[in-house]
């Protein structure tokens, strides 16, 4: 539930130097890595999405109460699971762990007769224009020998923090707009706003001996300051090296899920890191829910189902099932309480629903559930509820219409009745499921058969070319409409930019005429953009594996890196590192099909711990391939399948069911470098082709 960084008020996750920016490099806030504290909670990798929490600010200071708010330089920086470590150039040496609900601060001082500890309760969001969040309430209470507590309601969620400083003959006093007040033991704010907000919070101080630490701990719950005093009590007894090495198991237990044996120490780093990216979001609070009082899990920073449910949300089912079936229990909870499935849902009152993005999202990594039988959850009540979100928002028009814009929510709805059909039929209600399975249909009404791509409309971080490429659930009629396998591969090869000049990237701040001609390309925006991410394997429905191959390979090779800055954009919770994880396997995941899609791995040797065992994917004729260009100047060319097995027998289909994965087993494939026909003469299911 909690995590913990260095805190400079900048984008995107008030960790780093930069301006809020949708297009183009970024512009710089400040010319130097730096932080004013070190903040809880925060989104990550995410675009504008107005809120990012930093919450609780701790800042350990040798300048008197008046600098608070200031920044230093940080130098030395660390960073592991669970840990994070720098020096201020103030001379103070920072360290924070975290555990499941706490989080534990140790801060190592120079020689200073007045020496601090400053706790700002009131700080929120980031340091941009829109992008402060100001408690509503908030109510903060001095305990006297190094323990307080507090409650902040920040977006109708009241957040409770229960504080314990370990700092000897230290004096300890509460302070509002950066002046003490001596012998206060409580604060009560009402009806804060923007305009009439002043900083408040806690601070310990006294003299420090150099190389004196200090340990400050804090427990947090959503449910009020005694099951905060609770979390920390469980949680952190043994100090700041034994919720270090707590946390560091947890981490090694969940990274160890997936290994790997090949590769170049670069590739390896790179992996191992998305990994961990993909792991960190969302975040699950068992027995945390501020809106409804029982017990169970609690989901948040789903930011949002339009990223993660592709990527994502298969990889968490797949190698950390308990904690995937928390999130969907959680979800038909909100929809259960609020209303609908959320596109989106942080720690706040009320789902964000993204209408713009996309619609019923939920419904696939529902209906990838139920195929895999997941236990504990109610399907007859999921199935209520995923019926029920259908008819809202543009379900409406797509009940009564067949069609409606934008016309990427057409595909959306088209896609969630499919989903929902398949649940229903195996709940028996064959009459819903009829009538689901109807309307699945109406994805066609999207496209327009004059050019075997989506209508002119609305589209959401994309143009018609981006979204054209969705796998469907009617892949096979699809590829019909766009003139069969020839028509459909010929306009891929367009869209991936096969035989044309290379594209200039935009630069820092660039036009909107700049910006309208690069759109007007029509062209693979390079996994920065969400309907990209599944394009490349729409060649597997055409007969063309070896083009999925050499597409992947290039995005593997060239748009993932080891320094800061490397992704191709936004890692979006989760979901592109996510990409990365299943690509370098040679998988990727049909949401809501119970299926995967075959390609070469980056890698010579895999392994996935899953619910069934161990799933072995091996190569034979691998190559190693660098990132990038080699130190010889060589370009590394693309792997191509030649034949694979499971379990020992021939694989002449180019897909797996998700059972196969998951039950465990062993997929062999045979690598070379020139493109064979393996796949040609096969394609994965579709609705009308259900058995190739």
Known sequence: MVSACAYSGAYPTGYGRYA?????????????????????????????IRKYYNYARVTPMVQPLDDLGQSWLLEDERAEAGYYAANL???????????????????????????????????????????????LRAQVESMGYGHGQATVVMEGVPLSVHIEVDAPGWRQMLWYDRRLIPGGTRLDFDSIRHTTLRPFGMLFMGPARAGQTVEVRLGFSLRGCDQARANLEREASGGFEAV???????WRDHLGRVQVDGGTPARRTVMATALYHSLIKPCIADDESPFWPSGGPWAFDICTMWDIYKTQLPLLSAIAPDRAGDVLESLIRVCEEEGNFPIGYRMARGADRFFRQASALAHTALADAHALRRPGIDWTWALVHMVDDLRRLYGEDFWEHGVVHPITHTLDLAYAHHCTAKVARALNDHRLADDLERRSRDWINAFDPATGLLRDSEFYEGGKWNYSFRLLHDMAARIGLAGGDAGFIAKLDTFFGYGAEPVIQPGRAPSPVEMATGYALNRFEGLNNEPDMEAPWAYHYAGRPDRTAEVVHAALTWQFGTGPGGLPGNDDSGGLSSWYVWASLGLFPVAGQNLFLVNAPAFEHARLRVEGGEFVIETSGHRETPIGVDGLGHHPAPQYVQSAT???????????????????????????????????????????????
């Open 244 to 250: 270090r090495a707590r946390t560091r198991a947890r």
């Open 646 to 692: 499971l379990n020992g027998r021939p694989l002449h289909t180019t897909h797996l069911t998700a059972a196969d994965v998951h039950h465990g087993g062993r997929l062999h494939v045979r690598l070379g470098p020139e493109p064979s026909t393996w796949g040609h003469g096969s394609r994965p299911p579709s609705l009308s082709h259900p058995h190739p």
């Open 89 to 135: 150039d103030t001379g103070v040496r920072c360290e924070i762990t975290v555990g499941e609900k706490v989080a534990v601060h140790r801060y190592t001082f120079p020689d200073n007769d007045s020496a601090r500890v400053v706790i700002d309760l009131s700080c929120g969001g980031l340091a941009i224009d829109l992008g402060r969040t100001v408690p």
């Open 20 to 48: 809020k920016n949708t297009e183009g490099v970024p512009e710089e806030m400040f010319d130097r890595l730096q932080a004013s504290g070190f903040t809880h909670f925060q989104q990550s990798g995410t675009g504008a």
